[in-house]
């Protein structure tokens, strides 16, 4: 069993900035993937980024290239999602997101999901 803990998210103005921490216990080998998931009112649950621990292989969303940056913390298992340059349209909850499938955009080849964290970005 893999146990997902995801933090950090907040209210924060249009061009600001926030980072969420994500961190992942159990059994997790080198195949696994982390991703960031965000889910807006009436969407679909998107993929932001994802991070191949093992090799340190990151993968962004075109959305969020160039504003995003995914960063693999010093204890294992660990990730952090910067988000800068923040717009309305980042508003979302937010999830963090395991599994063994290597990197997929897809939110079915992931197994293991944090409770998510709002994130609002106000005008």
């Known amino acids: 069993q893999v146990h997902v803990v995801e933090s950090g998210g907040g209210l924060v103005q249009t061009g600001g900035s926030l980072r969420l921490s994500c961190a992942a216990s159990g059994r997790i080998d080198n195949t696994y993937a982390m991703g960031w998931f965000r889910q807006a009112p009436g969407k679909e649950r998107e993929l932001v980024g994802a991070?191949?621990?093992?090799?340190?292989?990151?993968y962004y969303a075109e959305s969020v290239r160039g504003r995003f940056t995914i960063s693999r913390g010093n204890a294992k298992n660990t990730m952090y999602l910067q988000m800068s340059s923040l717009k309305s349209e980042d508003t979302a909850v937010y999830y963090c997101a395991v599994g063994p499938r290597g990197i997929q955009v897809d939110s079915a080849g992931y197994d293991y999901w944090g409770q998510g964290t709002q994130v609002t970005v106000s005008s």
């Open positions: 991070l191949l621990w093992s090799v340190d292989y990151k």
